[in-house]
């Protein structure tokens, strides 16, 4: 599985989300952040806004859910045309079941853990997911710094995926910009979302090929 750059809109232009889709083309997927100003302290967009934006899109949804009570609400984002939907371990009380509806509708799916919550209750269960998000930021805003003392946890997350055999693939979310894929990619990320890092270059498309290069340098000498 090679490497993927998944820029977030959060940091577009709301008022031109379909331009700025347009302008990560040679990305990999876009990143949505959905939040519900309960689970984290923002609120973004919704249901409709990400319906419109998956029929708009050049590249694929990869929707991060920042919502309570993921087990009501996740399915009718895999509907709305997401092609990989993420929740929240902390907000979702039956993960497993919830992870088979989501497959069953036909999107890849993902579970995210805050910097605070360990991936080792995960580690027996990984199969049932296509993606670990290890949250390198507390979720709700873009433009933070990455948090150095997530690294350990990348590392065990890896460690448990390649001891399990699954191919399940770790995404990491926050912070992540040239000064630091390449630390968290020798670590053992795949899938790489940066928000500001992208939209905030002065050359979107270079900043992602220069995103790309620096994490496929680090995975391989890793
Ligand atoms: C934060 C969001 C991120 C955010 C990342 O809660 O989940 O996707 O856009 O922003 P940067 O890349 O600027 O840290
Ligand atoms: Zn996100």
Not at 7 to 23: K, T, Y
Not at 92 to 121: C, D, N, Q, Y
Not at 200 to 207: F, S, T, V
């Amino acid at each position: 599985m090679g490497i993927l750059i998944n820029p977030s809109i959060l940091s577009a232009d709301f008022a031109n989300l379909e331009r700025d889709l347009g302008a990560i083309a040679r990305a990999d997927y876009a990143h949505v952040d959905v939040m519900d100003n309960h689970f984290v302290p923002n609120l973004t967009i919704g249901l409709p806004v990400v319906t419109r934006l998956a029929e708009v899109s050049p590249v694929p949804l990869d929707v991060h859910l920042m919502i309570d009570d993921a087990d009501r609400w996740a399915p009718a984002f895999a509907e709305a045309g997401a092609a990989s939907v993420t929740f929240h371990l902390e907000a979702a009380s039956a993960p497993v079941r919830l992870a088979r509806e989501l497959r069953r509708i036909g999107v890849k799916v993902g579970v995210a853990l805050r910097p605070g919550t360990a991936v080792e209750p995960l580690v027996d269960l990984l199969p049932e997911f296509d993606m670990v998000l290890v949250m390198t930021v507390e979720p709700g805003f873009g433009g933070q710094s990455f948090i150095e003392g997530t690294l350990p946890k990348i590392r065990r997350t890896r460690a448990a995926i390649t001891a399990s055999g699954a191919p399940v693939r770790v995404q990491v979310d926050g912070g992540v910009s040239r000064a630091t894929i390449g630390t968290i990619a020798a670590a053992g990320a795949d899938v790489f979302v940066a928000g500001s890092a992208v939209y905030g270059a002065p050359d979107i498309p270079a900043e992602i090929d220069a995103l790309r290069a620096l994490a496929e340098a680090a995975s391989r000498s890793s």
